[in-house]
């Protein structure tokens, strides 16, 4: 099976790829005659032009498009290709019987966006998503899809926008969790959690919502915010009648000649009593707070570095008489280094993550701490090669001590058209 869908992406690669260079950039730099790099750096995070496009509904920051997408000459559709060969290894020290290593072709992924203009002041993205689990079954599902209500004070430079759907919230940068096999510990933390199915929603999971967002260039410092509001349901996870506030704010400053951004950010959740069984569930209220921050190197336009810190309380679950609670913290600390422009970007993170989960008198302690490291060879305009690799210890102590540790490394290639 798996040399079956081996033979099948070479030939659906090799079928497009002319077809995509000769388009040579996707569906928001080809109506505007920009290359991919003007909005993005070489592993997809948005630069400072890419933030200001995205603000302004997709649209060159100063202008406001008043054509729909439907009376353009280029259609607002891109595909994006990924796939991976990789390798894993699992080692642990008390249960020898999970060790295991593989390598498998193991993650195909094609990806179907589309977004632009509805009318002035309105815009729209979404993403659908089709990926193969590595035993030959496909998954496919909607990743996001929402409306963004523009520059309402009929300004060109997004300080003020509405959006309604399913959307990630804006973290320090835009996450592309199909891009990265290594996740951001912090963001993969539950945040809302039922013992009840189980069920639990993380920050990196896109949810449906709304928030206004948007950055103030008049005010001092012109700070990035956003608040939201959402349901905790992703679509596939629903907490009952769960809600979750967030809130971030993130002004520019400047350290001696260092460009940097400070961001501040406050989370609070609640999850009301199951109406179908109130014994089983009661109130529970979470709240994470955090601070992160982004240095640019101001010498050689070669360096960045991004770092995040968290605290998580969840009073999760009152179930009967027995008390449930988590308390953790974590963070990143991340160097992105272009060695060459536009060409080749290295990427070196250190996660970690501290945990505790009481129930009733039982405590349950866990540590976990990742390297990673990730190289981007952008060969063409819409080619992407990439080498990644991470390796995440965790450490338990209950009901023994135990250490386990997850080697992964894989290769492989992005394109889009």
Known sequence: MINFYRRVFAVLAFTLLP???????????????????????????????GELFDGNGYQLPGTIDRTPVWENMIPPISLAVQDRESFTQTNDNLLPSNNSHAATFNS????????????????????????????GELTAGLEYAFINLNNLFNTDMGQFNIRLGKARMELPFELT???YA?????????????????????????????????????????????????????????????????????????LGTIPTNIGLTLIS????????????????????????????????NMFTIWGQVMRFHNSNIQSISSGFFQDAAGGYLELDAVAIPEKLTLQARYDWLQEQNVFASVSNQQNLSQVSLTARWHLMPNVHLFIEGYNLTTTTTYPASDTQSHFYVSGGFFFGL
């Open 19 to 49: 077809f995509s260079l000769a388009n040579a950039i996707p569906m928001f730099s080809r109506p505007n005659h920009i290359p991919c790099s003007a909005c993005h750096t070489g592993d997809f995070k948005l630069n400072d032009f």
């Open 182 to 254: 290594a996740n951001y510990l912090i963001y993969n933390y539950p945040l809302l959690i039922s013992t009840i199915n189980p069920l639990a929603f993380q920050l990196q999971m896109a949810q449906y919502g709304a928030s206004v967002f948007g950055r103030w260039a008049e005010l001092p410092f012109s700070p990035d915010y956003q608040l939201a509001i959402s349901g905790g349901d992703a679509g596939e996870v629903n907490l009952q009648r769960a809600r979750l506030i967030y809130f971030r704010v993130a002004p520019e400053l400047t």
């Open 177 to 179: 969790p199909e891009f």
């Open 269 to 300: 959740g609640s999850q009301t009593i199951d109406p179908s069984d109130p014994s089983l569930l009661d109130t529970n209220n979470s709240f994470t707070y955090g601070i992160d921050w982004q240095l640019q190197d101001p010498w050689i």
């Open 108 to 135: 195909q992924t094609a990806l179907l966006l589309s977004g632009g203009t509805i009318a002035p002041h309105v815009s729209y993205m979404t993403e659908y998503d089709v990926e193969n689990t590595g035993n």
